[in-house]
T-cell receptor, first 117, second 116 residues
Framework: AQSVTQLGSHVSVSEGALVLLRCNYS??????LFWYVQYPNQGLQLLLK??????LVKGINGFEAEFKKSETSFHLTKPSAHMSDAAEYFCAVSKGDSGGSNYKLTFGKGTLLTVNP | DTEVTQTPKHLVMGMTNKKSLKCEQHMGHRAMYWYKQKAKKPPELMFV???????INESVPSRFSPECPNSSLLNLHLHALQPEDSALYLC???????????????FGPGTRLTVL
């Protein structure tokens, strides 16, 4: 069964520092992986997704993630943190059903990113 | 345009009230979803409609009743809720998960529900 584990429920960085949010997946088949961001009192916004087209995926707001099959990882990075990056980040994996449809996203528990001035 | 709208933004209701949450998208998406999100937790899937038919019900109590009047609209009817049902209710839509395993779900801003 597909699942994701986010290491670190809370990450704190200084403004301008590297952001690294960790996500490891468990999947018996090549996974489809997503990173979403949720700002306070808002819905989820897609940052980027991996669909096997390229291992390095670039997303919005300067974020990118690298798919590493050997490490079963899909970590999210940003070279320089901005105050506006403070939010909850969720890694997710899609799960197909027996009929070949993909309705379900399995989310990690989330990582709260705080950015200090 | 990847906008999913939800109304109302906030809702306070008593345990005997009947209320409805509304979700709308105009992206031509064929799947729509309801999620429940408690504080500091990831969203939990409740229902999925695909081509206006209920495809998934994640064993949600019957006091939550979904409805999909057309391909752009999704409602969640609430009746006799409990205080523990207080949460952020998120709606999402996606193009067509029957054709694309990497189908992206686009989320609305949510309705913050408080049950007294």
């Amino acid at each position: 069964a597909q699942s994701v584990t986010q290491l670190g429920s809370h990450v704190s960085v200084s403004e301008g520092a590297l952001v690294l949010l960790r996500c490891n997946y468990s999947s018996s088949v090549p996974p489809y992986l997503f990173w979403y961001v949720q700002y306070p009192n808002q819905g989820l916004q897609l940052l980027l997704k991996y669909t096997s087209a390229a291992t390095l995926v670039k997303g919005i707001n300067g974020f990118e993630a690298e798919f590493k099959k050997s490490e079963t990882s899909f970590h999210l990075t940003k070279p320089s943190a901005h105050m506006s990056d403070a939010a909850e980040y969720f890694c997710a994996v899609s799960k197909g059903d027996s009929g070949g449809s993909n309705y379900k996203l399995t989310f990690g528990k989330g990582t709260l990113l705080t950015v200090n001035p | 345009d990847t906008e999913v709208t939800q109304t109302p933004k906030h809702l306070v209701m008593g345990m005997t009230n009947k209320k409805s949450l509304k979700c709308e998208q105009h992206m031509g998406h064929r799947a729509m979803y309801w999620y429940k999100q408690k504080a500091k937790k990831p969203p939990e899937l409740m229902f999925v409609y695909s081509y206006e038919k209920l495809s998934i019900n994640e064993s949600v109590p019957s006091r939550f009743s979904p409805e999909c009047p057309n391909s752009s609209l999704l409602n969640l009817h609430l009746h006799a809720l409990q205080p523990e049902d207080s949460a952020l209710y998120l709606c999402a839509s996606s193009q067509d998960p029957t054709r694309d395993l990497a189908d992206t779900q686009y989320f609305g801003p949510g309705t913050r529900l408080t049950v007294l």
